[in-house]
């Protein structure tokens, strides 16, 4: 069974910091990879989109992949309380049949 | 662009009577539509991969007869929970994807409360 996981945290970081988020995935010929953003009693937001090795930066966000160690990682600098959420790291391939394969999310608190 | 909407945003109804969610893409054509469910403090849990002119692929576990779906367009997907019941109360989400593997984006979900 293809999998994907993520800390369930939550992950509490000063406000100013760098919030690190990781994710491992189980399937190697994943392909496509995505961070997602999910207030409470909303549904999820579209943060990033990562599809090849290496760094992908937007704004305040990175976003990391590595396929070797089937490893992607989102990076936000300059934490804002408005960033606590809870953040949904998903995967899809010719595999799954590009169905999304999620993780359960990351609960991530900013503290001012 | 990419904008998904859900129709209704809330509804209240009473237990055994059915209630219909339309989703709908704005700015593009969805091949794929999805539709997840959502418990308060849970994970999303997808119920039914739903593409335009053929029948929907639920995932185990989730009664078809119970969740209707229908893709009629490129733009609009419904989901209908039929003979509702109290533990159908929850959050339903739709998402739409343009092309296979490309990246999904999310209705405003609708909140379900079966009395």
């Known amino acids: 069974q293809k999998e994907v996981e993520q800390n369930s945290g939550p992950l509490s970081v000063p406000e100013g910091a760098i919030a690190s988020l990781n994710c491992t995935y189980s399937?190697?010929?994943?392909?496509?990879f995505f961070w997602y953003r999910q207030y409470s009693g909303k549904s999820p937001e579209l943060i990033m989109s990562?599809?090849s090795n290496g760094d992908k930066e937007d704004g305040r966000f990175t976003a990391q992949l590595n396929k070797a160690s089937q490893y992607v990682s989102l990076l936000i600098r300059d934490s804002q309380p408005s960033d606590s959420a809870t953040y949904l790291c998903?995967?899809?391939?010719?595999?799954?049949?590009?169905?999304?394969?999620w993780g359960a999310g990351t609960k991530l608190i900013i503290k001012p | 662009g990419a904008v998904v909407s859900q129709h209704p945003s809330r509804v209240i109804c009473k237990s055994g009577t059915s209630v219909k969610i339309e989703c709908r893409s704005l700015?593009?054509?969805?091949?794929?539509m999805f539709w997840y469910r959502q418990f308060p403090k849970k994970s999303l849990m997808l119920m039914a991969t739903?593409?335009?002119?053929?029948?929907?692929?639920?995932e185990q576990g989730v009664e078809k007869d119970k969740f209707l779906i229908n893709h009629a367009s490129l733009t609009l997907s419904t989901l209908t929970v039929t003979s509702a019941h109290p533990e159908d109360s929850s959050f339903y989400i739709c998402?739409?994807?343009?092309?296979?593997?490309?990246?999904?984006?999310f209705g405003p979900g609708t909140r379900l409360l079966v009395l």
């Open positions: 998903a995967v899809n391939g010719v595999d799954s049949n590009y169905q999304l394969i």
């Open positions: 739903s593409n335009e002119g053929s029948k929907a692929t639920y």
């Open positions: 700015d593009f054509q969805a091949t794929t």
């Open positions: 998402s739409a994807e343009q092309g296979a593997g490309e990246t999904q984006y």
């Open positions: 990562i599809y």
């Open positions: 399937d190697r010929v994943s392909q496509s």
